[in-house]
Nanobody, 124 residues
Framework: VQLQASGGGLVQAGASLRLSCAAS????????MGWFRQTPGKEREFVAA????????KYADSVKGRFTISKDSTKSMVHLQMNNLKPEDTAIYYC??????????????????WGQGTLVTVSS
């Protein structure tokens, strides 16, 4: 499975962005699709994830109520709608695919495939 993330950019605090992750090279039915982010000098942190086949979704507490993960089955894409962005949301955002159990959805080591990352910068 190949993943390609896009949609990052420079926005002001309070604005919205929608990130997209295009998947190719295999079926996603058995996968959990996740979004992670990383800032320089810090470990990659979990943002959100959803099971491709089914409705289970999980969010990091820091983005709950502001970010929404969704899928477009017709295009094999996963989106991350980010509203009310804050400067602390500034990071490189990565999409990922894996088969973790629900309790491990936030663990990056459980994901096999990664996109290249897209930079989100939120100015104050």
């Amino acid at each position: 499975v190949q993943l390609q993330a896009s949609g990052g950019g420079l926005v002001q605090a309070g604005a919205s962005l929608r990130l997209s992750c295009a998947a190719s090279g295999g079926t996603l039915n058995n996968y959990v699709m996740g979004w992670f982010r990383q800032t320089p000098g810090k470990e990659r942190e979990f943002v959100a994830a959803r099971r491709w086949a089914g409705g289970s979704i999980k969010y990091a507490d820091s983005v709950k109520g502001r970010f929404t993960i969704s899928k477009d089955s017709t295009k094999s894409m996963v989106h991350l709608q980010m509203n009310n962005l804050k400067p602390e949301d500034t990071a490189i955002y990565y999409c990922a695919a894996g088969t973790p159990i629900f309790s491990a959805w936030s663990e990056e080591r459980m994901y096999y495939y990664w996109g290249q990352g897209t930079l989100v910068t939120v100015s104050s």
